[in-house]
C-alpha cells in the first residue's frame, strides 16, 4: 500500500518521466497542502461521540461527560431543581431520548463555544440529519432566535412548517 501512494506521488510529479517544471510542480505543491490543512481542519471540526444522557429536548451529555447545547433549539422545559415542567417537556424529551440515546452522533462545536451556564454549544448530526433542525421540523421544539446562527433561517422556517401542520408542541394550539 505505502508502495503504491509512493507511486502516485511520484507519477504527480512527472511528466513522462522527467521532472515537471517548476512553475507547474510548486503550485501543485502549494495545492495539496492547502487541501491536506482543510481535511486537517474539517475533521477536527466534527467529533464523533455516543449520546448518554437526554436531560430534556435541547440538552444532551455525550460518552466524553460534555453537556452539549443544540444550537437554535427551544425546546419545553423539564421539571429539575433549575425549573418547572412547562407543556410538551416529556414529550419533547422522550422524543430525543428516542432518536439520540445510546447512538453515536457528529457534534460540530458553534462559532460562540459555551451558552452561560458553561454547556458546550454544537450542531448534532446523525446519518447526515442535522438532529437540532430535525427535533424543530417534528414540531418537538421552537427555533431559538435571541442571535444569530449558521442556520437561523432554516429553523425559523421549521417552525413555521410544524405549527402550520399542527404537529409536537403546536398541537393544542
Not at 427535533?135 to 421549521?158: M, P
Amino acid at each position: 500500500m505505502q508502495m503504491l501512494s509512493l507511486r502516485i506521488w511520484v507519477r504527480a510529479f512527472m511528466n513522462k518521466g522527467e521532472m515537471m517544471k517548476d512553475y507547474i510542480r510548486w503550485p501543485l505543491i502549494v495545492v495539496m497542502i492547502i487541501v491536506l490543512i482543510g481535511l486537517c481542519h474539517w475533521a477536527k471540526t466534527l467529533e464523533l461521540h455516543d449520546v448518554r444522557t437526554v436531560y430534556d429536548g435541547d440538552t444532551i451529555q455525550l460518552d466524553d461527560g460534555r453537556k452539549i447545547r443544540l444550537i437554535g433549539v427551544d425546546a419545553p422545559e423539564v421539571k429539575s431543581v433549575y425549573s418547572k415542567e412547562e407543556p410538551f417537556g416529556e414529550e419533547s424529551k422522550r422524543y430525543l431520548e428516542k432518536l439520540l440515546l445510546g447512538k453515536k452522533v457528529y457534534i460540530k462545536i458553534g462559532a460562540e463555544q459555551f451558552d452561560k451556564y458553561g454547556r458546550t454549544l454544537a450542531y448534532v448530526y446523525m446519518d447526515d440529519v442535522l438532529l437540532n433542525g430535525r427535533i424543530i421540523k417534528d414540531g418537538w421544539a421552537r427555533a431559538y432566535v435571541r442571535f444569530d446562527y449558521e442556520y437561523k433561517d432554516l429553523f425559523v422556517s421549521y417552525e413555521k412548517e410544524a405549527k402550520s401542520r399542527g404537529i409536537g408542541i403546536w398541537s393544542r394550539d
